[in-house]
Structure formats: C-alpha cells, structure tokens
C-alpha cells in the first residue's frame, strides 16, 4: 500500500510541480511520471524497512 500511496503523491507532486513552473501537458506528465517513479521507491524502501523491523 505504500508504493501505491507513494506513486499516487509523486505523480501530483509532480505534475504541480510542472504546473507552477509554467509547463505544458507533455512537461505535467513527464514531471508526474519521474515523481512518481521515485516516491515508488521510496515507498518500497519504506515497505521493507517496516517488514524487517517487525
């Protein structure tokens, strides 16, 4: 559920991101792919930190 969560608020991080900085549809959906790649990550990061500590 994490990596969900994460790569769901990555990619409106992103895509506001985009936005804010005066970017056109294709930069709003490149900008929220990448954000959301990475807070996958971290999520998954996350997800296994918590598994190995309980």
């Known amino acids: ?3 969900i969560g994460g ?3 990555g990619a409106i991080i992103g ?8 970017g ?3 930069d709003m959906l ?3 792919a ?3 790649l990475a807070f996958s990550v ?3 990061i996350a997800t296994v930190v918590l598994d190995r500590m309980v």
């Open 7 to 9: 790569a769901l608020l």
């Open 42 to 44: 971290l999520g998954m």
């Open 15 to 22: 895509a506001m991101t985009a936005r804010r900085r005066k």
């Open 24 to 26: 056109n549809t294709l």
């Open 34 to 36: 990448g954000y959301g």
């Open 30 to 32: 490149q900008y929220g």
């Open 1 to 3: 559920m994490i990596v």
